[in-house]
């Protein structure tokens, strides 16, 4: 990665850091947004940019670490901020792992299909059941709270603190992938990327990794998941729908995939084109419809490549 | 289950299947020898109704709407396809979700410019709107034996167009292998634009044949899009019997599932997808 | 040239630019005139309800048309926002309405599970809120606040009636069919809880996902399991639909059919001679012979060319009761005790009769019996006098 790019993200930390102090709440609460389907986009961009496995139904941990936050909420009460975290990852990359288990022994299209599917399956049957809300869905009418002997570090009621959780995590996971891809295992999966045939004839076992890959990203999403819950206090439905899926998916592709800002840079500017469209006309979609239109047309890497042009293509 | 009940279910899910199957083998089509993820085909389908709604009150006549909007409907493919597809050949799957993602956006808010929000109805042509009474207590709509009948004439049209006609010919080997058809000296972009618009014309005529039952409504293609792509993949990529059978296949299971499993009625259609998938891949009558 | 600034920031920039400029900083400045009063509608415009989002916001601005465009002393300013029946954006929706656009007060909506996202959005932030349709039992009932009132009916309130109606007409097995979301699931409830304590019994219950209307399948089991009747809930586009496809089903005759008065409701035109004949109990109805209901529709059609329907009378009645408690405070929506005491304790004159508000924020009215006569929802008796929903679960009914 280039130096200007570098030193982009570094003022855009700062930025995003001291936002608060100025932001309204409205505002607060969208960046705040922004960043954890940032979350969402990094967790997507692990399968489709860097082990090219195309998943249109990585909305499935997503929804399912929601609903499971929403069932550990007590009615009126704060879930536990530790447990109800780890369960919903956890379940989330369980739920990952069967999935996975079963889409992984298929490819190409077929792949993207059969993720489809699954997604699609996990959806109905939420929007199908009585106690989990059916189409309306259900409320979480307090966040997950964490208490150590009676102190509260921080109080995720108030916007700026949940603000900079996302942040903090936003900052963990975007860390945590730069050095996971520099590591063997990067490689390993950027090879199979590149040909999986030749992997295997290598000695690799490629479906071990591609699940790795698969169930990695399936907690991460979990992650943002849990996150997204809390911050609408609302999960639906919706959230496991191909609609959810084919979004992310858009903002993988739109931001650049298999870079490392690609992810960050489409969801902040899908979300903030979305609002900005929003205040000029009630046919915004038209306008953003266009755009994806457009982009694809003369902008295929994704808005990532705006930033190429001092880096050298290897 | 009473059996004259049964049957009757039987013929609601073939209806409903076959109106399916004039979605799916256009997007089938599209798919096989474009090698094109059409993810906006559900809008063709919503423009059909729509253009069946105000063709059907500007002229006067269900039949020649029909008629015109057929028309209108292969003008527009024809013309998205020099427009904007032809640019997605070369490209990537991705890509191609990502811009047609687009295009659905483009189409249902130009349908609510063109058309506004409302729910609308479209009234079933005067000589065929009665009931044959099936049962003591039960009717059945004429017009949904007409559309089942519309449904397979187009089918074996279809049947003769590709088994036995030239273009047919080129279609068949263009599925196969679009390198060797274009090494050939046959004008592929033709070809192309024609089956683009044959796919679209297919949708929209879907569209246009099921309004008077389903009303016309904003949104209305995303459903009948997502139960398209697993009508495709679960007939085979490319092949137009793959599609009448699995077409076939879903409206009777969506309709029986609706009625005794309403629990999990929605997922069986998805559980039928994955049980595909996962045992042959290519689907029931798609090339390995 | 490429633009290398940091695109995130640009956008970020450009929105919050964006923001302040709609701000109300940019409001002309006219000397000692109050401020007008933002009211926020939040209605379906799209979809199988947006000719009920339609029809309240024609009559809303009816009113204030009638009171010489103000309210309280104070002129309006809406800011309009189509939900499209969404649930899964509810919260985000009217929390724009609220958190960036302000509004004083949140008009809305037409979708019970919509409703309660928005309601949620109510509680937290204290903004006056009148819904003029929705309803979702819980608002007033569970989730009742003294900031949020209603001017349309509990779902139980609309169909607890139907139940003796139908027992009295010698129908004493019924099947049930309807939309599998909160409001039709409040609507069973209502419905089989009058109906079983007059003695019916339902033999079949049949479900589809909102807002389907692929009502073929079960049609045919309805006619399987030959039920004296058929009770049902459903609204807007989809009544049309319905109504139409269990008459082409040959089922008006054998098996009839009855509602709550959404089934009919603006809907006879489309219907045409499907609905004919068919009785609705609802608190509304085409041929009351009560004056104010007279000047209403006579205004109504006369500004929009259209016959009101009993959305457009809770759409009026909502701007009704915002003017009571505008007049109280004399404009100050900030005097929230005022005028919230000012609106609990009015009867409202509405074009539906005079009606009162309950503890709970409810109405308590009269639910009419009607049947479908022509294009019109023809009044035959009372129902149920006063009605009142038991507002479960609401604290400030204690």
């Given amino acids: 990665m280039g130096r200007p790019l570098q030193i982009l993200l570094v003022i855009g930390l700062i930025a995003l850091a001291a936002f608060p102090l100025v932001g309204e709440k409205f505002y607060l609460q969208f960046v705040t947004k922004v960043m954890i389907m940032a979350i969402f986009a990094i967790s997507l961009d692990l399968l489709v940019g860097h082990t090219g496995l195309v998943s249109l139904g990585h909305a499935l941990p997503f929804g399912v670490a929601a609903y499971a936050l929403m069932l550990l909420t007590p009615e009126y009460q704060a879930a536990g901020f530790w447990t109800s975290l780890a369960v919903s990852v956890g379940v989330a990359g369980l739920a990952s792992a069967i999935v996975g288990a079963l889409v992984l022994r298929t490819s190409g299209i077929y792949f993207i299909m059969v993720t489809l599917a699954f997604g699609q399956m996990a959806y109905y049957y939420v929007h199908d059941s009585k106690h989990l809300g059916g189409s309306d869905g259900k409320y979480i009418y307090v966040r997950p709270a964490l208490e150590l002997f009676g102190w509260q570090p921080f109080d995720l009621e108030k916007p700026a603190h949940f603000y900079y959780l996302a942040l903090a995590l936003l900052v963990l996971v975007y860390a945590g992938m730069r050095v996971l891809l520099a590591a063997p295992f990067g490689r390993a999966i950027a090879g199979i990327k590149e040909n999986e045939h030749r992997m295997r004839m290598l000695g690799f076992a490629t479906f071990r990794y591609k699940l790795a890959c698969f169930v990695l990203a399936g907690m991460l999403a979990g992650l943002t998941g849990w996150l997204t819950a809390a911050h609408d206090g609302l999960v639906n439905p919706e959230m496991l729908s191909w609609h959810q899926s084919g979004q992310l998916l858009m903002m993988v592709i739109l931001g650049g995939m298999g870079t490392p800002a690609g992810p960050i840079l489409g969801a902040a500017a899908l979300k903030a084109l979305e609002l900005v469209f929003q205040g000029w006309t009630k046919h915004w979609q038209l306008v953003l419809g266009l755009f994806i239109v457009l982009s694809v047309l003369f902008v295929p890497r994704g808005l990532a490549q705006l930033f190429e042009w001092r880096r050298r293509r290897g | 289950m009473d059996p004259v009940i049964f049957l009757i279910q039987v013929l609601n899910g073939v209806q409903y299947g076959l109106l399916l199957f004039l979605v799916a083998s256009g997007l089938t089509l599209i798919f096989g020898i474009l090698g094109i993820i059409n993810l906006a085909h559900g809008s063709f389908y919503m423009v059909g109704a729509y253009l069946a709604f105000s063709l059907t009150e500007r002229m006067g006549n269900f039949w020649l709407a029909l008629a015109a909007g057929v028309l209108l409907a292969v003008a527009l493919g024809m013309a998205l396809e020099w427009l904007v597809m032809r640019f997605l050949y070369p490209r990537d799957h991705l890509y191609q979700v990502l811009l047609t993602y687009g295009l659905i956006l483009v189409f249902e808010e130009a349908r609510s410019l063109i058309w506004g929000d409302d729910v609308h109805g479209v009234q079933v042509p005067a000589a065929l709107d009665f009931s044959i009474p099936l049962t003591d207590t039960l009717s059945y709509q004429v017009w949904r034996l007409v559309m089942s009948a519309v449904c397979l004439a187009i089918a074996a049209a279809m049947y003769w167009l590709i088994q036995r006609t030239r273009l047919g010919m080129m279609i068949r080997a263009g599925a196969v292998n679009r390198e060797m058809v274009q090494s050939l000296g046959i004008d592929i972009g033709l070809l192309y634009r024609v089956v683009f618009a044959l796919g679209v014309a297919l949708a929209a005529l879907a569209g246009m044949l099921a309004a008077p039952v389903s009303s016309v409504f904003p949104g209305m293609g995303n459903q009948v899009l997502i139960i398209s792509f697993v009508v495709v993949v679960i007939g085979g990529i490319g092949s137009v019997k793959g599609a009448l059978v699995a077409a076939l296949l879903i409206g009777l299971a969506d309709t029986f599932g609706k009625v005794l499993l309403p629990q999990l009625a929605g997922m069986v259609v998805y559980l039928l997808m994955a049980a595909v998938l996962l045992w042959r891949p290519q689907g029931i009558f798609g090339r390995t | 040239?490429?633009?290398?600034?940091?695109?995130?920031?640009?956008?970020?920039?450009?929105?919050?630019?964006?923001?302040?400029?709609?701000?109300?900083?940019?409001?002309?400045?006219?000397?000692?005139?109050?401020?007008?009063?933002?009211?926020?509608?939040?209605?379906?415009?799209?979809?199988?309800?947006?000719?009920?989002?339609?029809?309240?916001?024609?009559?809303?601005?009816?009113?204030?048309?009638?009171?010489?465009?103000?309210?309280?002393?104070?002129?309006?300013?809406?800011?309009?926002?189509?939900?499209?029946?969404?649930?899964?954006?509810?919260?985000?929706?009217?929390?724009?309405?609220?958190?960036?656009?302000?509004?004083?007060?949140?008009?809305?909506?037409?979708?019970?599970?919509?409703?309660?996202?928005?309601?949620?959005?109510?509680?937290?932030?204290?903004?006056?809120?009148?819904?003029?349709?929705?309803?979702?039992?819980?608002?007033?009932?569970?989730?009742?606040?003294?900031?949020?009132?209603?001017?349309?009916?509990?779902?139980?309130?609309?169909?607890?009636?139907?139940?003796?109606?139908?027992?009295?007409?010698?129908?004493?097995?019924?099947?049930?069919?309807?939309?599998?979301?909160?409001?039709?699931?409040?609507?069973?409830?209502?419905?089989?809880?009058?109906?079983?304590?007059?003695?019916?019994?339902?033999?079949?219950?049949?479900?589809?996902?909102?807002?389907?209307?692929?009502?073929?399948?079960?049609?045919?089991?309805?006619?399987?399991?030959?039920?004296?009747?058929?009770?049902?809930?459903?609204?807007?586009?989809?009544?049309?639909?319905?109504?139409?496809?269990?008459?082409?089903?040959?089922?008006?005759?054998?098996?009839?059919?009855?509602?709550?008065?959404?089934?009919?409701?603006?809907?006879?035109?489309?219907?045409?001679?499907?609905?004919?004949?068919?009785?609705?109990?609802?608190?509304?109805?085409?041929?009351?012979?009560?004056?104010?209901?007279?000047?209403?529709?006579?205004?109504?059609?006369?500004?929009?060319?259209?016959?009101?329907?009993?959305?457009?009378?809770?759409?009026?009645?909502?701007?009704?009761?915002?003017?009571?408690?505008?007049?109280?405070?004399?404009?100050?929506?900030?005097?929230?005790?005022?005028?919230?005491?000012?609106?609990?304790?009015?009867?409202?004159?509405?074009?539906?009769?005079?009606?009162?508000?309950?503890?709970?924020?409810?109405?308590v009215q009269d639910s009419y019996l009607r049947q479908v006569v022509g294009e019109q929802n023809k009044y035959v008796a009372v129902a149920w006098k006063a009605l009142e929903d038991p507002a479960r679960g609401c604290k400030m009914t204690a």
Avoid at chain 3, 176 to 181: D, E, G, L, N, Q
Avoid at chain 3, 214 to 220: G, S
């Fill in chain 3, 1 to 363: 040239m490429k633009d290398h600034r940091n695109p995130r920031r640009r956008f970020l920039q450009a929105a919050g630019g964006l923001a302040l400029t709609a701000s109300p900083l940019s409001a002309p400045f006219v000397i000692a005139q109050p401020a007008p009063l933002k009211v926020g509608l939040m209605l379906p415009y799209t979809g199988t309800f947006a000719a009920l989002g339609n029809a309240i916001t024609n009559a809303f601005k009816l009113y204030v048309a009638e009171k010489g465009g103000k309210l309280g002393g104070r002129s309006i300013e809406y800011v309009v926002l189509d939900d499209e029946s969404e649930p899964s954006k509810a919260v985000d929706n009217a929390g724009r309405l609220v958190n960036r656009d302000k509004v004083d007060v949140l008009v809305g909506t037409v979708h019970s599970g919509v409703q309660m996202g928005m309601v949620k959005v109510s509680r937290e932030s204290g903004v006056l809120s009148i819904i003029p349709n929705a309803g979702a039992d819980a608002a007033t009932g569970g989730l009742c606040a003294p900031n949020i009132f209603r001017t349309s009916f509990s779902n139980w309130q609309t169909i607890y009636a139907l139940g003796k109606v139908m027992v009295e007409r010698g129908h004493k097995s019924a099947a049930w069919i309807s939309w599998k979301y909160a409001a039709g699931e409040e609507m069973f409830k209502g419905f089989k809880e009058g109906y079983e304590k007059a003695g019916g019994r339902i033999v079949k219950e049949l479900w589809l996902p909102f807002p389907n209307v692929e009502f073929q399948a079960l049609i045919t089991e309805i006619a399987a399991a030959k039920p004296d009747a058929t009770a049902c809930f459903f609204a807007g586009g989809g009544a049309v639909k319905f109504v139409k496809d269990y008459d082409a089903a040959g089922l008006k005759a054998r098996i009839p059919l009855y509602g709550n008065g959404f089934l009919t409701d603006g809907t006879l035109q489309a219907q045409g001679a499907s609905a004919q004949g068919i009785y609705t109990t609802l608190h509304y109805a085409d041929s009351l012979d009560i004056p104010k209901d007279r000047e209403f529709r006579l205004n109504y059609a006369k500004t929009y060319k259209l016959q009101p329907d009993v959305y457009a009378v809770q759409g009026y009645d909502a701007a009704q009761l915002l003017d009571v408690g505008l007049r109280a405070v004399k404009g100050d929506i900030k005097a929230k005790g005022q005028l919230v005491a000012a609106m609990e304790n009015v009867t409202i004159d509405s074009p539906r009769g005079r009606w009162k508000v309950s503890k709970a924020h409810n109405p």
